[in-house]
């Protein structure tokens, strides 16, 4: 049973920093992407960043490129986001998502979609709430 816990949400005030963090259990394949993503009230759950586990290549959405960074502790099966510079329209839920095991070009295709659809395992997600 995947399980992914995140922790680190919490208010700040514009151009100030947060850092999430996502806990993971339950499967050992570095042949998958993590990611996360974020859904403000009223809007479509969007990707943020991901990373391919087996090789560590990155992907932002252009809205957080410069701002936010993606890495992984393979050790401790931990995915962090380090958010920097935030913005008001950064508020928002954050989840952090898993896929299944992928093949090279399966996990290429999806990790510059960034797509909801290809990810399978989901957190219960962190608030994140930037002030102006």
């Known amino acids: 049973q995947v399980q992914l816990v995140e922790s680190g949400g919490g208010s700040v005030q514009a151009g100030g920093s947060l850092t999430l963090s996502c806990a993971a259990s339950?499967?050992?394949?570095?042949?998958?992407?993590m990611g996360w993503f974020r859904q403000a009230p009223e809007k479509e759950r969007e990707g943020v960043a991901d990373?391919?586990?087996?090789?560590?290549?990155?992907y932002y959405a252009d809205s957080v490129k410069g701002r936010f960074t993606i890495s992984q502790d393979n050790a401790k099966n931990t995915l962090t986001l380090q958010m920097n510079s935030l913005k008001p329209e950064d508020t928002a839920m954050y989840y952090c998502?898993?896929?299944?095991?992928?093949?090279?070009?399966?996990?290429?295709?999806?990790?510059?979609?960034?797509?909801?659809?290809?990810?399978?395992?989901w957190g219960q997600g962190t608030q994140v709430t930037v002030s102006s």
């Open positions: 339950g499967y050992t394949s570095s042949r998958n992407l």
């Open positions: 990373i391919y586990i087996g090789g560590g290549s990155t």
């Open positions: 998502a898993a896929t299944r095991e992928l093949s090279w070009w399966a996990a290429i295709r999806a990790l510059r979609s960034m797509s909801p659809a290809d990810f399978s395992y």
